[in-house]
């Protein structure tokens, strides 16, 4: 058999069993995994017999985490439409660095990234680039965020570095993504030396307590957090900032996908107005990891911060992939996004999003039914819940994940532990809805009966 025809059909394998098998491998397929550690090999291997070993002991202990039932952290799907394209797009093997090295990717690069900033609203003339994921996303926005205000300044970033460069304030709310602050640290901005607001009961940075700074200041907003999945006031931090050297950045991770639809697009409004913007297409768009997405104004400020050029690399007017992400060599991953958007067109996302945040109205409705309190106002598709004090809820968090029907993360919401549900795969249904409401039910009551 082809190795393709024998891949093809562990493929479907995979899916056709993903929603009747529990959602955590066992602890026995974990250790099965010891089989893998062994020497590496001197003589060759068939390839077909080296698909088969990672399909016998590496399925097994995978997280079906692309299958209906999995809550945990914000993970979302593959797309049909999504995942085989970019199983394609990796047959082609592509390079997406140059467009004389890819001319379709380069082109299908262009055309989804002018879809999707049409999509969220954003101007048509911002540049954009596809990365990793949303952590990288925003370390290029905010670089070149860094480069515009300091050329405001009258100082080369890029040329010059940062050691005797004017002072760039940051301010962050105390709910910033962990990201972010990594972001800033690799960028030499540090993560101790910005300014923390602090936030309101549900996440949202609180717009009466941010400071008047009048030095040059990067403002880095959320939309989505990842614990209650509240959006910043972007509107009102923008026009409360009356410093004119400032650059409003949106972490919109998973948020800015409420802009696809019309009952959730009140939460994004006023983000046109910022400087930069970064989001995930391996969350809610479900398309398959890596893949993340920034857009910036200033396209200039973009390709300043990231454009690199060497003797052997084209020059010409063309929009080169590479001139506006960190990587040079990379992979095309515009070509999923692109798939995806396809696939559901702007009438299915926008249901795919909606059915998300009804479900997550479900999971609400079940828990405090049964008489659990869910602490966040449930505005998206992230939904909170504690069923007593930290021990109580951890223990239930864990026999959940142990049943395995289901899976859910936990957290500490100001000060609170608490179990995390995100609706994020477009293959959940609503009986996926009902059973796992089913189990958390039923591990949370017997932990309480045993507690008393
Ligand atoms: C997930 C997330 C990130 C990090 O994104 P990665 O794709 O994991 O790099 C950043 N910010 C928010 C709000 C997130 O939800």
Redesign the pocket.
């Known amino acids: 058999m082809h190795l393709i025809n024998d891949f093809a059909q562990r493929a479907k394998n995979y899916i056709d069993k993903l929603n009747t098998e529990l959602v955590y491998p066992t602890q026995e397929a974990i250790e099965q995994l010891n089989q893998l550690d062994e020497e590496i090999r001197v003589n060759p291997m068939e390839a077909a017999s080296v698909l088969d070993l990672l399909d016998v002991i590496g399925s097994p202990a995978t997280v079906k985490s692309t299958g209906g039932r999995y809550f945990g952290?914000?993970t979302g799907g593959s797309l049909p439409a999504a995942l085989s394209a970019q199983l394609l797009a990796t047959v082609w093997d592509q390079n997406a660095a140059l467009t004389v090295m890819s001319p379709v990717v380069s082109k299908i690069e262009m055309i989804t990234g002018k879809w999707l900033l049409k999509l969220f609203g954003l101007p048509a003339t911002c540049g954009f680039g596809f990365v990793?994921?949303?952590?990288?996303?925003?370390f290029t926005a905010l670089a070149a965020a860094r480069h515009s205000l300091l050329k405001n300044m009258g100082w080369n970033v890029e040329q010059d570095g940062l050691f005797g460069a004017p002072e760039i304030v940051v301010m962050v709310s105390d709910e910033i993504?962990?990201?972010?602050l990594k972001a800033l640290r690799l960028l030499g901005l540090g993560s101790n030396r910005v300014i923390r607001v602090p936030c309101d009961e549900q996440g949202r940075m609180k717009v009466d307590a941010m400071p008047d700074i009048h030095q040059p200041i990067i403002i880095c907003t959320?939309?989505?957090?990842?614990n209650t999945g509240s959006f910043d006031l972007v509107k009102e931090i923008y026009t409360k900032t009356k410093n004119k050297n400032v650059w409003v950045h949106v972490?919109?991770?998973?948020?800015l996908w409420a802009a696809a639809s019309d009952e959730k697009k009140h939460l994004v409004e006023g983000i046109e107005l910022a400087h930069s913007w970064?989001t995930?297409a391996?969350?809610w768009l479900n398309v398959p990891y890596?893949?993340?997405v920034v857009f910036v104004r200033d396209k200039e400020a973009l390709f300043a911060a990231m454009s690199s050029s060497a003797a052997y690399l084209p020059t010409d007017a063309m929009r080169e992939p590479f001139n506006y992400v960190p990587e040079m060599s990379r992979q095309a991953r515009a070509i999923p996004i692109w798939a995806a958007l396809q696939s559901l067109g702007t009438s299915g996302l926008a249901e795919m999003i909606e059915t998300h945040c009804k479900q997550a109205m479900m999971f609400t409705k079940g828990l405090t039914d049964a008489g659990f309190s869910v602490l966040n106002d449930v505005v998206l598709n992230q939904v909170m819940v504690s069923f007593g004090d930290a021990n109580t809820t951890q223990q239930i968090i864990k026999n959940v994940q142990h049943e395995g029907v289901c899976w859910c993360g936990g957290t500490v919401w100001q000060g609170i532990t608490a179990m995390r549900i995100s609706v994020s795969n477009w293959c959940t249904t609503d009986e996926d809805v009902q059973q796992s409401l089913g189990s958390i039910i039923h591990q949370a009551n017997k932990v309480k009966q045993v507690v008393g």
């Open positions: 952290f914000v990793t994921g949303d952590t990288m996303a925003n993504h962990s990201s972010v959320q939309i989505g957090n990842v972490d919109g991770a998973f948020g970064a995930d391996h969350k890596d893949s993340g």
